[in-house]
């Protein structure tokens, strides 16, 4: 239990970017006012969030299976917390095939942690979304979740949450599905609010860590599925017709095999020492 525990709070620890005191830039002094100018044909952009930093409810019950740690969460520890929280299995049935009732629920733009009945709060996304925040890129969800008052300017920037316990192929789907709607979604506010018909609207994609994997197989193959017989898709670059710009920070490109030997071992605090 302490171990699993201990994994925990180290994957939270691990979502603020591997500094607990990070040093805050001279936002304002960055971001010039040409570069905070709002602009019909200024790209809008996706965050997205990496490996644990999308939120988990259970459709069922409303419960948080991840994204919330202490009173009223999920606990990944009880028989029942860690059947929510584990991927649906079934002899001979492909993940695809096979679904369960948990269900994202927002990327994790901040953690609360309850430390020994202390609350902690731990910035994971923060950061990023204030930096493009004053550079003039409006957080969707932020807005929505009255977290920032933004008025009615927050149609710039969105987070894409995905279910990271699934398929990597079934996230870039998402990851498709999202952008074709948030295409029309900023088509119309263009038009609304400067009378411009703007097609097509390409974005640019912010990832973190996994989700920069979900972006370079959407990138690369769109929303096409992997063969039957285990090799790869031709590549067609589908899904950058829909992106101008990616950015990636922490992409895992050459994979992670420590992380793997952690999930299939178990974490071992003396080898962090």
């Known amino acids: 239990m302490i ?27 960055l971001y010039n006012q040409l570069a905070q100018q709002e602009d019909p044909d200024r790209n809008p952009v996706i965050v997205i969030p990496g490996i644990l930093g ?7 019950t409303g419960n948080v299976v ?3 740690f202490g009173s009223g969460a999920v606990d990944p520890s009880s028989p029942e917390g860690a059947r929510l929280l584990a991927l649906p299995m079934e002899s001979g049935k492909d993940l695809k095939n096979l679904q369960d009732s948990v269900r994202q629920a927002g990327a994790l733009d901040r953690v609360m ?6 609350p902690l709060e731990l910035n994971a996304y923060y950061n990023i979304l204030r930096s493009l925040g004053v550079s003039g890129y409006r957080d969707q969800q932020l807005a929505e979740s009255h977290a920032v008052d933004y008025g009615n300017r927050h149609f710039t920037c969105f987070q894409f949450d995905y279910d990271w316990r699934r398929d990597l192929v079934e996230s870039a789907q998402a990851l498709d599905r999202f952008i074709q709607a948030k295409e029309i979604e900023v088509q119309q506010e263009i038009y609304k609010r400067y009378g411009v018909k703007r097609s097509p609207v390409k974005f640019d994609l912010v990832t973190h860590s996994m989700g920069s994997l979900v972006a370079r197989y959407y990138l690369r193959y769109g929303a096409v599925d992997l ?35 952690t999930l299939t071992e178990g974490l071992k605090p003396s080898a962090l020492l």
């Open 113 to 118: 942690l309850n430390f020994f009945g202390i």
């Open 54 to 60: 999308s939120r988990l409810e259970d459709g069922n």
């Open 3 to 29: 171990r699993l525990f201990l994994f925990n709070v180290l994957c939270i620890v691990g979502l603020t970017g591997c500094s607990a005191f990070p040093t805050s830039p001279d936002l304002g002094n």
């Open 66 to 68: 991840w994204g919330a």
């Open 227 to 261: 063969p039957t017989d285990g090799s790869l898709p031709p590549v067609t670059w589908e899904g950058a017709k829909h992106v101008d710009h990616l950015v990636m920070i922490g992409p895992p490109n050459a994979g992670s095999v420590e992380t793997l030997i």
